[in-house]
């Protein structure tokens, strides 16, 4: 039976007791690298767009994120499992660390590539969401997981985006300005972290396709 431990980090205040004494300790250590490593990303990705590197920090990117634990238990008939389908992460970067069974694959050139195992790497994704803000300079990574024969396989994820309090409209985000001009326009819309995580994401996934499609000018 597949297990999975979702945290929301950026809660305020945040209660350590809240989570399970089992990984309390690991986790809010974990957060707190995590989050360092993801500052120092957002730096490099906004200079990477010929912008100042605290660019995307001062858009909230790396305001809150979420910590997802995955238990995917082994398979005996796996072309009976549907696994994890195809899919973008509702994020602005993700961050994942997995062991030594080989079940994530990613979607280039309309092929699937196994991404490897590594001992002590970090996948790092490009999220919609920035995907969005970077008018389509930055890309946002189609991926699933398997269904192995092999595990059991764990896995832990980061995902930075910062959810608004209830009640709350949330920050509305739109291509940056300084990277769209005449000769390159707004491909998308604006729209809020909460209504695209549960209105345009949804429906992209009912649909098999991104839910950015749903955003395009």
Not at 170 to 198: A, H, W
Request: aromatic share 10%; charged share 20%.
């Amino acid at each position: 039976m597949e297990g999975l431990f979702f945290c929301d980090m950026s809660s305020e205040p945040l209660n350590p007791q809240d989570l399970p004494e089992v990984c309390r300790d690991i986790t809010m250590e974990y957060s707190k690298y995590a989050h360092k490593l993801g500052v120092t990303l957002f730096e490099l990705l906004s200079e990477g767009l010929g912008l100042k590197p605290d660019h995307l920090i001062g858009l909230d990117c790396a305001k809150g994120h979420l910590i997802a634990g995955h238990y995917y238990p082994p398979y005996p008939e796996p072309q009976l499992t549907i696994g994890g389908g195809k899919h973008t992460d509702v994020a602005f970067l993700s961050m994942l660390l997995q062991d030594n069974v080989n079940a994530l694959q990613l979607l280039y050139q309309n092929q699937w590539i196994d991404v490897l195992p590594m001992p002590g790497a970090i996948v790092v994704n490009i999220g919609d969401y920035l995907q969005l803000i970077s008018n389509n300079k930055y890309k946002s990574g189609i991926h699933r997981v398997l269904a192995k024969k092999e595990g059991p396989r764990v896995s832990v994820g980061c995902f930075f985006r910062h959810v608004p309090l209830e009640n709350s409209a949330g920050r509305l985000y739109e291509p940056i300005k300084e990277l769209t001009s005449e000769e390159n326009p707004p491909i998308y819309v604006g729209t809020t972290v909460t209504d695209y995580m549960q209105g345009h994401y949804i429906k992209g996934l009912i649909n098999g396709v991104c839910g950015l499609e749903y955003l395009k000018l």
